[in-house]
């Protein structure tokens, strides 16, 4: 059983930058992939960013150049940055961590954590 604690939400003017941060229980990253999805009030859950095993980033369309996934494998975190916020990046944010042997998937997430872009 893997265990995700995000930290780091909170209230932002547009324009301005948050970092969330997701710690997971153990040392998990070399076989798990560890993405950040987002949902707002009404909407489905959305992927925002995921960084892989081998460190492959992808991003979604909408976050390209404001938003930056990365990893530090010796404090077990997961981090996005999040930079040049809009008031449609409001949402809960979500760490989440995956692996598949087939036919298996391990899926784990967070509980999640509240950002708001506003004025």
């Known amino acids: 059983q893997v265990q995700l604690v995000e930290s780091g939400g909170g209230l932002v003017q547009p324009g301005g930058s948050l970092r969330l941060s997701c710690t997971a229980s153990?040392?998990?990253?070399?076989?798990?992939?560890m993405g950040w999805y987002r949902q707002a009030p009404g909407k489905q859950r959305e992927l925002v960013a995921v960084?892989?095993?081998?460190?492959?980033?992808t991003y979604a369309d909408s976050v390209k150049g404001r938003f930056t996934i990365s990893k530090d494998n010796a404090k077990n975190t997961v981090y996005l940055q999040m930079n040049s916020l809009k008031p449609e990046d409001t949402a809960v944010y979500y760490c989440?961590?995956?692996?598949?042997?087939?036919?298996?998937?391990?899926?784990?997430w967070g509980q999640g954590t509240q950002v708001t872009v506003s004025s």
């Open positions: 960084i892989t095993s081998g460190s492959t980033t």
């Open positions: 153990g040392s998990i990253f070399s076989r798990y992939a």
């Open positions: 989440n961590a995956r692996r598949t042997i087939k036919p298996v998937e391990y899926d784990y």
